[in-house]
């Protein structure tokens, strides 16, 4: 016993692997980690270098989603194992100036899945991710630039071309620009991200949805690690998104004008216990909120005009050490107390408090260029004012992660 634990503080705790170990904690900030790259893309130099494929299955994400309700995609609590069904891959490389490609990759927050939340997903489709690719450049040993381009796609025909091409078309295009600084002091990354989505929906020849590419979405992130004294680091992250909740019906000769806010604060330590053991606490503040400002009639979500949610607070645990020198344990969870209120078209308000549990497991195997992450367990308990839930995920591995480091 006294021998393991001596191996267990003297192997190096890893830095980078792909979406299973970010996800086993709990999608912990505090933890960089090479999907980094997607929000953040000017960390792209730090993690550039290797080729990796993702496989996973579907979980449910909330106790909404056990009753067959959709859930916020913007929930930072249900996008724990919001990841579908895929097998995504790619590869990055590059050292003062580094490019990856990545083909298949899910992106369960968009502006288009937000739209799908308010009007229904049988109003709005939202489109499968194509491909990203993102380009960095290193201008110094502190300073670094980064940019993102993700395309999105998804056709659904309900009739041939020849016939009028009745059905689906729905497009995303993401661009985001970041830039990164490291040195002795801390380390910190700030991204903008622009969504142009395109819809168009017909039916009987004529367009009864439809989104133009000039309703844009924003995003503002921030993420940054400070030393504070030996051992411990400061880990501060904050979120601020902006979607346009803008639909026309030329058809009926109407439109929705509206917007969707997100804002989220999370501070907090991180003890790095030895070189292969680390663990991180941070206190989270969160507020979701949509509201249809301009529209003939309400929408057919709950025939209601808006939501807002808030979380205070809301606890992350995520802890990661070696057991040996080629096998990790990793464990996250996360809590809230949350409020939320909803309006509907005739101005009355309902609100609802509740309380969210979440937990992960998950492991990792280590080899000198292969790794291997897997998600074994995921969690969930609500307890609101009727009921007490549970699900847990429908695979002894949720989601596996495979990297080969070059």
Known sequence: MFVGVLVLLAWPVAATATDARSM???QSPLFEDDTDI??????????AGQISLDVGVVAASSGAAVEGEASDPRDPLARLDALPLTAAGGASYGDRLAAAL??????PQSALALRAFVFGEETVLVPRRLVEAVVAYRMSEQHSLGARLGIAYRLRRTTSEAAGD?????????LALGHGWSSSLGRSDTSVTLELPYFRRMQRF??????????????????SIWPVARQWELGVSALLRRDSLFLELPAASRSAGGAGWDFRLEVGPRLL?????????????????WEISELDSPPARSQGGGEESWTLPGLRLAFEGYLTPWMSLRMGLVGRISSQTGLDGAGQRAT??????????GLGFEGERL????????????VDETRISEQLAPAVFSRVSLAYAF
Do not use: C, K, M
């Open 352 to 361: 609802e408090a509740s309380t969210d549990l979440r937990w992960q497991l």
């Open 273 to 289: 216990v030895s070189e292969r053991v680390a663990l991180a606490l941070s206190a989270l503040i969160a507020r979701r909120s």
């Open 102 to 107: 990545y083909l298949g990759r899910p992106a």
């Open 371 to 382: 790794r291997v992450d897997g998600v074994i367990s995921a969690r969930f308990l609500e």
């Open 38 to 47: 997607f929000a953040y893309p000017a960390s792209l130099p730090r993690h």
């Open 206 to 223: 004529e367009v009864v949805h439809q989104i133009q590419p000039v309703n844009l979405s924003w995003a503002l992130a921030h993420r």
């Open 166 to 174: 009745n059905g689906v078309v729905s497009t995303l295009t993401e």
């Open 24 to 26: 086993a904690l709990a």
